[in-house]
């Protein structure tokens, strides 16, 4: 299936959800940004098809998403669902933690996402 990265139609709404990250994504952005976690790259907001994701390493085709209360009404478990099967069709791996998970287990947070990571058949581009 064909995808587009990073729509320009949907640039300003990356930038502004870059903007107000929430503390749990702050935190997981700590963990991921500049290559912390064993080499890969993850971008934040990062756009796929006519969705954003949290953050998204394309070596694993791994997105990541921290969840808030938002997440669990009816209309957002519809979407979130939607999106999920979209992804998944494009062959991407969904790992999703919640506000909670990050804000009291950061470190178990930290260890899934390094065990995803080790058991993907890539390894990090060094570039």
Request: glycine share 6%; with cysteine; hydrophobic share 30%.
């Amino acid at each position: 299936m064909r995808y587009q990265f990073n729509s320009p139609e949907h640039k300003e709404r990356r930038r502004e959800l870059r903007g107000e990250m929430p503390e749990a994504e702050r935190k997981v952005w700590q963990l991921l940004r500049g290559r912390q976690l064993n080499g890969y790259k993850f971008r934040r907001q990062h756009g796929i098809g006519p969705y954003i994701v949290d953050f998204y390493c394309s070596e694993t085709k791994l997105f990541i998403e921290i969840d808030g209360d938002s997440h669990y009404q009816p209309t957002a478990i519809a979407y979130d669902q939607e999106r999920d099967a979209y992804l998944r069709s494009c062959g991407m791996t969904i790992l999703r933690f919640t506000n909670l998970d990050v804000q009291l287990n950061l470190d178990t947070v930290a260890e899934r996402i390094l065990e995803h990571l080790k058991n993907s058949d890539t390894s990090p581009n060094p570039s």
